[in-house]
C-alpha cells in the first residue's frame, strides 16, 4: 500500500487555516488529513502513520504540545513541525523539548512552510523495501513471494509477506497496530487490532526461534510492535 504522495496531518483548529493549509498542500502534491482538535490529532497520527505532521500549539482538548509528547512517548518519530501564532522563545522551546522537529511562526510563509516541510520530509524519507531480505537464517524474496528458513522453503501467506515487507520499510521503529491495520489492512477500526495481534503471533511461529520470547518481531508495550531483523 505505497502511496507515492507524502501524507500529511494537518491539525489546526482555526477552519480557515486548516483549509488554507489544505489547499495548498494537495496542490503540491500532498495526501492531506486534517483534525481539528488535539484528541483528534493524536488518534489520527496513530492510525493514519503520517509521513510528517503540522501541529499548531493551542488546541482544543489537547495542546499541540501534549500531542507531541503522546506521540514520542510511544516511540512514534514522525517529523512535527509546530505551528506557533507566538514567538516567544519559551513557547518555542518548549516545543522542540517535546521532541518537534522544527516550528514555524503565524504568520508565516506558504512558500517557506512548503519549502520546510519538503526538506524535513527528504531528511527522513522511509527506507524503500529492497526485493531480497535476509534476517535470522531468513531469506524473503518480494518480488516472487517466496521464502526460506535455513535453506527450507518457508511458507508464508501473501499476508504474511505484507506484514514482513512494511515490517522491513520500518525497521527498528515503533509501529502501531492501528497503523498495520491501515497500511497492511487497509482498514481503520479499532475492533480489528487483535485481528493484528493473532497474525502477528502466526507469524512469529515462522520465524522466530522462540516464539514466545521473540528477538525479531518485539511487542512494544502498549504501542504495537518494532522489526529488528
Ligand atoms: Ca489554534
Known sequence: ????????LIVEDEPEMALGLRDNFEFEGYTVSTAADGEEGLRK????????ILLDIML??????????ALRRRGVATPILMLTARTQEQNVVEGLETGADDYIAKPFSIRELVARVRAHLRRSAPTPCPDE???????????????????????LSPREFELLRF?????????TREQLLEQVWDITSRIMTRTVDNHIAKLRQKVEDEPSDPRWIVTVHRSGYKFLG
Not at 500500500?1 to 500529511?8: C, G, R, V, Y
Not at 497520527?45 to 510528517?52: H, I, N, S, V, W
Not at 482544543?60 to 509528547?69: F, T
Open 45 to 52: 497520527a496513530l492510525a493514519e502513520g503520517p509521513d510528517l
Open 133 to 155: 531480505y535476509e534476517f535470522g537464517g531468513i531469506h524473503l524474496d518480494f518480488r516472487n513471494y517466496q521464502a526460506t528458513r535455513g535453506g527450507e522453503p518457508l511458507l
Open 60 to 69: 482544543p482538548k489537547m495542546s499541540g504540545l501534549d500531542v507531541c509528547r
Open 167 to 175: 515490517f522491513v520499510r520500518h525497521r527498528g521503529e515503533v509501529v
Open 1 to 8: 500500500m505505497d502511496n507515492e504522495s507524502p501524507k500529511l
